[in-house]
């Protein structure tokens, strides 16, 4: 079994793009002033494929994050591959909707070297409720 890069993670209750309620489990990192946000479906209900935009623009909201500063990445875990993730692209609208997005996943030894440097060289920055704790000694 490999590892997984992040074992605990916190649940968030969303909506989707119906209105309907939807957990999601995440985890924000701070590195030299940039944030990412990893995020992952619940085991019993997934939600991220389909409401990816609704979702994002809801937590950059909620966790009053600066959308230029920060990456947004899909945490999936799968135990003979361990840890693996997908990276969005976002072109966000000026009243915090985004307009359009690309995802893609990532090559394990080539493009997730910028994720590892978050998961050991950054401070994860705590959440409670979705909303952000002590952002401001970040910054």
């Known amino acids: 079994m490999k590892p997984n890069l992040l074992p605990t993670l916190s649940s968030v209750e969303l909506h989707d793009k119906e209105g309907n309620p939807v957990q999601l489990q995440i985890r924000l990192f701070e590195y030299q002033g940039k944030y990412a946000l990893f995020m992952s479906d619940t085991a019993t209900k997934p939600v991220l ?3 990816a935009a609704t979702l ?9 994050l600066p959308v230029a500063d ?14 693996v993730f997908g ?10 909707t985004i307009s359009h997005y690309t995802f893609a996943m990532m090559t394990p030894q080539l493009e997730d070297i910028s994720i590892r440097r978050f998961l050991t060289e950054g401070r994860q920055v705590p959440v ?12």
């Open 87 to 96: 990276s969005f692209q976002l072109g966000w609208q000026s009243d915090g």
């Open 128 to 139: 409670s409720y979705a909303k952000l704790r002590n952002l401001a000694s970040a910054v």
């Open 56 to 64: 994002i623009a809801q937590l950059a909201e909620r966790l009053e």
């Open 70 to 83: 920060t990456q947004f990445f899909r945490h999936i875990y799968l135990p003979h591959q361990g840890s």
């Open 49 to 51: 494929a389909r409401n």
